[in-house]
């Protein structure tokens, strides 16, 4: 695993190489196999995390995941080698290492310790490499021998700091949304609903392009099929379970032509769980702030923003700092700052993201915007529209309610919810009402459904959910409704990803 920091230094990055399932592995000893320039493309790729075997992997306090190579077997030796790229000198770099039971490191062919004791050590062994470190290509390498037998395993990760540049870039990669291999794609599901932005990705699809584009920097190059990861591969995922009905379509990953932001965890985990990717958390929306922007990119976590040109949404991807300007990629027009040639480049809100171990767990209720909605947990905190003051409140800890009158919905969103009941009201201004609600436990596995009827006289809908950010299958349940009327309502599901989601009362 090679991946950026989100931890932050004055000036500087910090970056980190671990171990795990991309490193290459052999069992024979060939000369020059801790040399950079060592072909190792025949190689094999070794298996993470893993203690060999002793798996299932026991909890053994690593400090990075362990690895070993397929088909383990009692006292054998092990070479592993990972290579990497630096662009330029580092000022720093270290490096933490243990074996069970005993190897040896090497940073370019230099070897920086011999383990010998003949167990897994209590304290791992920890050293400064920075010497041996140099602009371009290097490669570390360990040598693990169990001598002892029972168990297998080799930990490492290196830190690597390196100055930033008063211009600060991150190498993302560019998508546009009306490239001709999927522009003229239908945009999530455009063609069974009305949608203000339009039918195909060329017209609607730039948030779904710029999520492309963060997945690929943070190292996520593939879906939970093996499909690249693309805008199109992505909207093909993020579309998966669709139930439609005379309201509009929601999926796994939309709902109401929406981007869903908690689909952003529910990619990033089914890929980690396929290909040991970095797993990536949606960190929240909140106004534009120039100084939050400046932070995550020094992070190295790109920015998504929201402007408006031209009276349209429009969200892009924040890549870089160059003197006053920030650097953007936008995945529709030609420029690379923003407000370049645009008079009417009005920035909003901006989404932000960070590498995390553990915690998706997330909370979400869209609804159109012929109606609101208000949320209350089981403290009594409420968030959303509160019909008798006529305002918006946010009073549960890390919750927002937005009104998209251009996307035509309003959303609430709870990140990290607390486990317990979740009343919710619907405050519709038409006599039939329609909303959808989605829950995420800390795994990422997300239930979802449409909840649509008529008010019963001047009453307000109300909708009791339970809540368990712990739960496996059941970490939402609806528990009881009042003063509504059911409709019949004909939908339509699709179920590409049937292994990974249900349909109905979609799971992924």
Avoid at 253 to 266: C, D, I, K, P
Avoid at 409 to 432: A, D
Wanted: net charge negative; hydrophobic share 35%; aromatic share 12%.
């Amino acid at each position: 695993m090679f991946f950026i920091s989100p931890i932050t230094h004055a000036n500087a990055e910090l970056i980190t190489i671990e171990s795990g399932n991309f490193w290459k592995y052999s069992r024979q000893l060939e000369d020059g196999w801790t040399n950079v320039d060592f072909d190792d493309s025949y190689w094999g790729q070794t298996i993470s995390p893993s203690h060999g075997l002793c798996n299932p992997t026991p909890n053994s306090g690593d400090f990075a995941n362990p690895m070993w190579a397929p088909n383990p077997v009692e006292k054998e030796t092990v070479y592993f080698r990972r290579k990497f790229f630096l662009d330029k000198q580092p000022e720093s770099g270290t490096i933490k290492v243990n074996f069970d039971d005993d190897g040896d490191v090497y940073i370019n062919g230099n070897l920086i310790w011999s383990d010998r004791s003949g167990k897994v050590n209590q304290i791992p062994f920890q050293g400064d490499i920075s010497e041996f470190l140099h602009k371009g290509e290097n490669v570390v390498a360990l040598m693990a021998k169990d001598s002892y037998g029972g168990c297998q395993a080799a930990v490492a990760m290196l830190e690597i700091i390196i100055a930033l540049d008063e211009g600060f870039q991150l190498n993302v990669p560019l998508f546009k949304q009306n490239d001709p291999l999927w522009g003229m794609n239908i945009y999530d599901h455009a063609d069974k609903q009305k949608l203000m932005c339009g039918v195909t990705m060329a017209d609607c699809g730039c948030l779904t392009t710029s999520l492309a584009m963060l997945f690929q920097y943070h190292g996520i190059t593939r879906g939970p099929d093996g499909s690249i990861t693309s805008p199109e591969n992505l909207n093909i995922f993020f579309k998966s379970n669709a139930k439609c009905s005379k309201f509009g379509c929601i999926s796994l990953g939309y709902a109401y032509g929406s981007v869903r932001w908690g689909v952003v965890n529910n990619y990033s985990k089914v890929s980690h769980d396929t290909y040991g990717t970095p797993k990536i958390i949606f960190r929240g929306i909140q106004e534009y702030n120039e100084n939050i922007i400046k932070e995550d990119i020094h992070a190295s976590n790109p920015v998504i923003l929201r402007s408006v040109i031209q009276d349209r949404p429009h969200w892009f991807v924040i890549k870089g700092i160059r003197d006053q300007d920030f650097l953007i990629n936008d995945p529709f027009y030609p420029r690379e700052v923003i407000g370049q040639e645009m008079d009417d480049d009005v920035s909003e809100k901006i989404a932000r993201f960070a590498k995390t171990n553990s915690d998706f767990s997330i909370l979400e209720i869209f609804i159109p915007l012929s109606g609101h909605v208000l949320v209350t947990d089981s403290e009594g905190r409420r968030t959303g529209f509160d019909l008798q003051n006529g305002i918006v409140i946010s009073e549960i800890p890390q919750s927002l309610y937005e009104f998209e009158e251009k996307e035509g919905i309003h959303k609430l969103l709870i990140l990290t919810p607390n486990s317990g009941e979740y009343k919710v009201q619907v405050i519709p201004q038409e006599k039939e009402f329609s909303f959808a609600m989605y829950g995420s436990n800390r795994d990422a596995r997300t239930i979802y459904d449409f909840y649509e009827g008529q008010a019963v006289g001047h009453n307000i809908p109300t909708y009791i959910f339970t809540y368990n950010p712990d739960g496996e299958e059941d970490a939402l349940h609806l528990k009881s409704k009042k003063n509504v009327r059911s409709l019949k309502v004909k939908r339509n599901c699709s179920n590409k990803y049937k292994n990974k989601i249900k349909c109905r009362g979609g799971r992924t």
